[in-house]
């Protein structure tokens, strides 16, 4: 009996090896913990990612699971990101990083030594987590709860775009729709707001309506590209934003992570209303927009028949 447990152990030691020198999934991994929602960060590193030369995003599984690669010099580094929220207000990173051209080399030294591997890799995480921590610095989300807005008539101009470009959008077309409006003597009725009729979470793509609310009238000009439409009241989740209107799509997800953690249905198509004219400068953390999801209109009926019931 005794002559088999060096034979186990000999048998367990060299499993160990094989797996952590050719099965394992990474060469390292880096932990940090953040502020952000998990779809802030994704945006986040997406925006870094973009700026790099030397980068590319390769795939998303949700928010919370994606990868890209970055070269350095005769190295491609593959980094997996997993993002887990722990509460309401704090999320656990981690990073698993993988040298696809020097994988067994780095797996054999890592244990005695830092190598360069190593610290590039935390070079390289600690830079993504700085620009992370200002980043949050530079807006607010508060998330307030059941809402429900109003009808409104508006007069649109259909869009489409990749979500950081959707305020670019609203800058080019709002003297255009102001313009109109003023032209034509139409009297608004309301702050200007947009309405996502599709949003694309895998390539972060939407199409949406840039809204000026009008009073409806009998007869109301045409005009290419401009469309007139029914806004319904709806019932709602409802957050406040502060900062740069680019960015307000991080209350998006701050009313995705609250309708799934208090097991509420929604739609996943956001409005917008804002507040502050951003022409007018000033600080940014002091414009104000309101962020809304919308209920599932099927599971709020459902919960109006039961109540009745």
């Known amino acids: 009996m005794r002559s088999k447990i060096p034979l186990f ?84 990173v981690k990073v698993y990083v993988v040298d696809s051209t020097h994988s ?44 429900e807005i109003p009808s409104k008539y508006c007069a649109c101009i259909p869009l489409k775009s990749i979500q950081i470009h959707k305020a670019a959008g609203m800058m080019e077309y709002y003297s255009f729709l102001s313009n109109f409006i003023a032209a034509n003597k139409i009297e608004l009725d309301g702050r200007p707001m947009i309405e996502v009729e599709n949003w694309n979470m895998q ?16 007869s109301l000009p045409q005009r290419e590209n401009l469309v007139y439409k029914q ?11 502060n900062g740069n209107y680019i960015t307000s799509d991080r209350a998006w997800y701050a009313l995705l992570e609250y309708a799934e953690a208090n097991k ?8 917008e209303i804002f507040h502050t004219n951003p022409n007018m400068g000033g600080n940014a953390l002091e414009w104000e927009a309101e962020v809304f999801m919308p209920l599932n209109s099927e599971s709020t009926n459902n919960h109006e028949k039961n109540k009745d019931i």
């Open 231 to 241: 806004i319904q009241s709806q019932k709602v989740l409802r957050a406040i934003y």
């Open 203 to 218: 390539n972060d793509s939407i199409s949406y309506n840039f809204c000026f609310p009008i009073l409806k009238k009998d």
């Open 104 to 147: 067994l080399s780095n797996r054999v030294t890592l244990p005695f030594s830092e190598t360069d591997f190593e610290k590039r890799t935390k070079q390289t995480i600690r830079s993504a987590a700085k620009l992370l921590q200002e980043h949050l610095e530079s807006f607010k989300v508060t998330v307030v709860g059941n809402d």
């Open 264 to 271: 509420i249905p929604i739609e996943k198509k956001p409005l």
């Open 9 to 92: 152990l000999g048998i367990t030691v060299i499993g160990a090896l094989i797996w952590y020198l050719f099965i394992k999934p990474h060469d390292y991994v880096v932990r940090f913990k953040t502020k952000a929602s998990p779809g802030t960060v994704n945006q986040l590193i997406k925006f870094w990612i973009g700026k790099k030369e030397d980068a590319e995003f390769i795939a998303q599984n949700n928010l919370s699971d994606f990868s890209h690669r970055i070269r350095f010099n005769d190295s491609t580094f593959i980094y997996r990101w997993k993002v887990e929220p722990m509460n309401d207000s704090i999320s656990r």
